[in-house]
């Protein structure tokens, strides 16, 4: 059986995400951004790899990145679907502006 060409998509961006998520927790936050981004990239419209993108620059020292991050994507969801940002993005954005 043969995995269709999203289904593929959906797994490189989760093995993106599974390989962005610990890194920022043991001090690699440099490899973390590089695998949020791809994330984001590769699938514009899911909000858990911008979340992670955002702790990810944050983890660096780089706030300001992830704030503009937060607003690409809620800029994003807003103009193309119509919605706001889920409240767990919301909470990770909160709370490094709260930092």
């Not at 059986?1 to 690699?28: G, I, T």
């Not at 936050?29 to 992670?52: G, N």
Request: charged share 30%; with cysteine.
């Amino acid at each position: 059986m043969s995995l269709k060409r999203s289904e593929l998509r959906d797994v490189l961006v989760r093995a993106h995400e599974c390989l962005s998520e610990p890194s920022v927790w043991n001090k690699e936050p440099a490899y973390a951004v590089k695998h949020a981004k791809e994330a984001v990239a590769i699938e514009p419209f899911r909000e858990r790899s911008y979340q992670l993108l955002m702790r990810a620059h944050a983890a660096v020292g780089n706030r300001a990145e992830a704030l503009r991050v937060y607003e690409r994507c809620r800029s994003l969801l807003s103009e193309e679907l119509g919605v706001s940002p889920s409240p767990q993005t919301e909470a990770v954005y909160l709370s490094i502006l709260r930092s």
